[in-house]
């Protein structure tokens, strides 16, 4: 989509005059949201969001948002700032315009949508980009967001199972529940090393009861194995071996 340079200029010129700051006056708001109107305005936010300005988009829907709560573009302006806010990563405040959407429209019809991306916003705060890009393995780091997230993808398909976010929210929950039980092993080595084989052994025991479809269940049975022969626990050690030597027969514990 072509966009005219004036339309542009105009609405930088808004931005920078919603933001406020040394810059400008609560009287220049007032006079640019005075004479440009709500729906004028929208069509800004809409436009800098088509060009990817979305800290431009956000300062305008924030202001609209402020000026109009019950307006007749209330709902779409929410959930517009809501993508805004994602996509310039500030989760804080995503996460703050989502919860207040489902609190006050808790029947609308986008709620599955909201739900959606607190998942998402969950998700991505649990993320450390330059580290997966550099290969580095982090799964000892706090999962917490992570499990919001993956309480926030289960509302969603509970509540909305046939909405058009429900599949992605399938897969990305089988990405989370990998990452949890990656955690689990983490947590049970760094209890190995420290030869505190009890808790180790529990961890592992997670893994096989929580996380059974992941991809750590190997690592959670021969976790168990060394585990239990530490401890001497030879019944339990050789329940564990027969299950990894039936589903696993290639680990090396296994031989």
């Not at 609190?103 to 607190?118: G, K």
């Not at 982090?138 to 993956?150: G, Q, V």
């Not at 052994?201 to 190997?218: F, M």
Request: glycine content about 4%; aromatic content about 10%.
């Amino acid at each position: 989509m072509i966009i005219k340079k004036s339309v542009k200029n105009w609405v930088f010129v808004v931005a920078a005059v919603l933001l406020g700051g040394c810059s400008s006056s609560p009287d220049d708001e007032e006079i640019v949201l005075a004479n440009r109107g709500a729906q004028a305005l929208y069509e800004d936010a809409k436009t800098s969001m088509e060009i990817g300005n979305f800290n431009g988009a956000a300062t305008i829907l924030s202001a609209l948002d402020s000026r109009y709560p019950f307006g007749p573009l209330s709902h779409q302006v929410q959930l517009d700032l809501i993508y805004s806010y994602y996509k310039t990563g500030k989760p804080d405040q995503t996460l703050a315009t989502i919860d207040r959407f489902i609190r006050l429209n808790p029947n609308h019809s986008d709620v599955d949508y909201a739900i959606y991306m607190r998942g998402l916003t969950n998700m991505d705060s649990d993320s450390n980009l330059f580290q997966e890009l550099a290969g580095i393995d982090r799964s000892d780091r706090d999962p917490s967001k992570s499990r919001e997230a993956f309480s926030d993808f289960r509302r969603l398909l509970e509540k909305y199972p046939n909405s058009k976010y429900a599949a992605d929210a399938r897969k990305r929950m089988v990405y989370i529940k990998n990452r949890l039980a990656k955690y689990e092993i983490a947590v049970a080595r760094f209890y190995m090393r420290r030869q505190a084989f009890v808790a180790a052994a529990n961890r592992g025991r997670y893994v096989l009861e929580y996380y059974p479809d992941s991809s750590q269940i190997q690592a959670a049975l021969e976790i168990m194995v060394e585990c239990y022969d530490q401890l001497e626990l030879d019944d339990l050690k050789n329940n564990a071996l027969k299950t990894l030597k039936l589903n696993y027969p290639d680990s090396n514990y296994a031989s």
